[in-house]
């Protein structure tokens, strides 16, 4: 497939990009400055574009099979993030590009509830603004009626590690294990984000993976 990736040199994004480079695909990965180091494979084009500008974005979809995104604002500017979902949307309207999206945890219901992570009473306060941001971030696709997206929540420990391929999807429910820890891999959610490229099961919808 030919692959576009936004956020190609964040953490999660060149973990997309590597694992998309290793089965095959070729990427282009969009960076806001090149010139700033990266260390994305030698096999991947660059280029420059911001996700809130729907012009880059439909220049950059252009003749590809889909587009992902895994931006991600700094503390302080999570308004970014809608912003960018609807350049994002706008610039991807009519071009039939499959969209697929990094988002986050916080609008996860617990397990066996109607409670989600972000309104669960240990949920870290330095972390409301951006689960906050995601929340609305979904929302926004979800009302989209033109876009085929489809987003990813991680569990709710995201860490760098290793790529195991062994992990459990959900839907909208937040996957936990036995002893009710909900955590993933960066490489792992790489690994969940390709699997649904190549194999699409969720459609305008969101889905999650953890262990």
């Not at 953490?11 to 990009?17: A, E, L, Q, T, Y």
């Not at 709710?156 to 195991?164: D, K, S, V, Y």
């Not at 993933?184 to 993976?209: C, G, K, N, W, Y």
């Amino acid at each position: 497939m030919l692959i576009t990736v936004f956020g190609a040199s964040g953490n999660v994004g060149s973990r997309i990009v590597a694992e998309a480079v290793a089965r095959g695909h070729q990427v282009t990965a969009v960076l806001r400055d090149p010139a700033r180091p990266h260390r994305l494979p030698p096999t991947v084009r660059i280029a420059t574009g911001d996700a809130r500008d729907p012009e880059d974005v439909r220049r950059l979809a252009a003749g590809q099979d889909l587009l992902v995104t895994a931006t991600r604002p700094a503390p302080g500017q999570e308004d970014e993030l809608a912003i960018a979902t609807k350049g994002l949307l706008a610039g991807l309207a009519g071009t039939g590009v499959r969209l697929l999206v990094v988002g986050g945890a916080g609008s996860l219901t617990l397990p066996g509830g109607d409670v989600t992570l972000v309104d669960s009473p240990d949920f870290p306060a330095a972390l409301l603004p951006i689960a906050n941001a995601c929340g609305e971030q979904l929302a926004l696709y979800r009302a989209d009626t033109e876009v085929d997206w489809t987003y990813l929540s991680p569990a709710a420990l995201l860490e760098p590690g290793e790529r195991t391929g062994r992990f459990r999807l959900g839907r909208d429910e937040l996957v936990v294990d036995a002893d009710g820890a909900s955590a993933i891999s960066m490489e792992d959610l790489a690994v969940a984000l390709l699997d649904e490229a190549e194999q699409p099961a969720h459609r305008r919808a969101r889905f999650t993976a953890g262990y």
